[in-house]
């Protein structure tokens, strides 16, 4: 079992030679998180397939849930897909680097343990100025799925990931919290109009003014284009309720009702009229942008779950822009309950 290390980085200056450090680990097959502008990443040699079989290993990450390569720029897609389609490339120009995914189809080169048997290979730029010149220095495609345990929430800061895989990974980059908060959005751009696979950091609106119409999948077909949706996600211990935003009446009732079961509630919420019903130390006021909530989300279930709750009571937003990212982290996170 690999001892853990920390390096600290500063986003604004990172240092070369402990990016040179984390380069060598990956190079020898190590496994290295990394921080992103949406979330943190467990890295690993995207060409090595042994490597890549250990991130699935530490994270315990059921074997259909295929990866997302992360490149330094655009030059870079060659390296893992022949066919580039033009409105992938034009997404590409416009949003890399950033929170968008795009699935392209696969070169034969890609071990199938990152497309998980698939034909199709997702590739992202990452908005960090950190992981830049990480893949820069690295020169190739590193795998980065969330670096939580399989399941749960996602990480937003260094501490997440050493609380899910210490004495699990070589190595943990910390650069701070990420800004963005919940993962990028993940659109297949081999079909035209593109689907959208998981809805995440750039909005359906943001998607549609530069490149005109998208889909969003029905059940069946998430399934066969993105089989690891069909797993367990974002989901704290505790089991989560939502309720409409702002409705006082559904929260007080929630509350009463679960206590009344002898349950520790814990909530989130944003509206003003809510901050002044339940004053327990479980409570997490988040302030109202949605950028705020977002940023903050993973954080809050995390803490919550820290604190034992049974029951984490959950205001709704509004599902516009980054609010429909938020609330399909909250359906799925309370899909699983109990
Ligand atoms: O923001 C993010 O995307 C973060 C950071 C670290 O970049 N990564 C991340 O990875 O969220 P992960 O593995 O937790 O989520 C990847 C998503 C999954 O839903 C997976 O099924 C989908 O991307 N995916 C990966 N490769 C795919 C492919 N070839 N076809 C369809 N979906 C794919
Ligand atoms: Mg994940």
Redesign the pocket.
């Known amino acids: 079992m690999p001892t853990t290390k920390i390096i600290q980085l500063s986003t604004e200056h990172p240092d070369a030679d402990k990016i040179q450090y984390a380069v060598e680990v990956l190079h020898a097959g190590g496994l290295v998180a990394f921080p992103?502008e949406?979330?943190?990443?467990l890295g690993a040699d995207a060409l090595n397939a042994g490597a890549v079989q250990k991130v699935f290993e530490a994270k315990g990450r059921p074997s259909d849930?295929?990866?997302?390569v992360?490149i330094a720029s655009l030059e870079n897609v060659q390296q893992f897909t022949a066919s580039v389609s033009e409105k992938g490339l034009q997404l590409a120009r416009r949003f890399w680097p950033g929170?968008l995914?795009l699935?392209f189809q696969r070169k034969i080169n890609v071990p199938d343990g990152v497309?998980a048997g698939?034909e199709?290979?997702?590739l992202?730029v990452?908005d960090h100025p950190v992981t830049l010149e990480l893949l820069r220095q690295f020169n190739g495609g590193i795998v980065?799925?969330?670096a939580n345990v399989s399941g749960k929430p996602?990480p937003t800061s260094a501490e997440h990931v050493y609380n899910d895989l210490n004495g699990k990974i070589d190595l943990i980059i910390d650069a701070g919290s990420t800004t963005i908060g919940v993962?990028?959005t993940?659109l297949?751009v081999t079909v035209d109009p593109p689907v959208i696979?998981?809805i995440?950091?750039l909005s359906r609106e943001d998607i549609e003014k530069e490149i005109g119409e998208v889909r969003v999948t029905n059940a069946e077909e998430l399934l066969r284009?993105?089989p690891?949706?069909r797993h367990r996600h974002y989901a704290p211990n505790a089991s989560v309720i939502l309720f409409p935003p702002a409705d006082e009446e559904k929260f007080r009732q929630f509350i009463q009702q679960n206590k009344a079961q002898q349950k520790k509630v814990g909530s989130i919420t944003y509206s003003k009229v809510l901050a002044g019903i339940e004053q327990s130390s479980f409570h997490v006021i988040l302030e109202s942008s949605i950028e705020h909530v977002a940023r903050n989300l993973f954080r809050a279930l995390r803490e919550l779950d820290r604190q034992e709750v049974d029951v984490i009571l959950v205001e709704s937003v509004e599902e516009k822009g980054l609010g429909a990212a938020v609330m399909d982290r909250l359906r799925k996170a309370a899909l699983h309950n109990g």
Do not use: M
């Not at 949406?38 to 990443?41: A, E, R, S």
């Not at 849930?65 to 997302?68: S, T």
């Open positions: 992103t949406t979330v943190y990443g849930n295929p990866l997302i992360h929170p995914t699935v497309t698939l199709t290979v997702a992202r990452p980065g799925p969330s996602s993962e990028s993940v297949d696979l998981r995440g950091g284009r993105s690891g949706t």
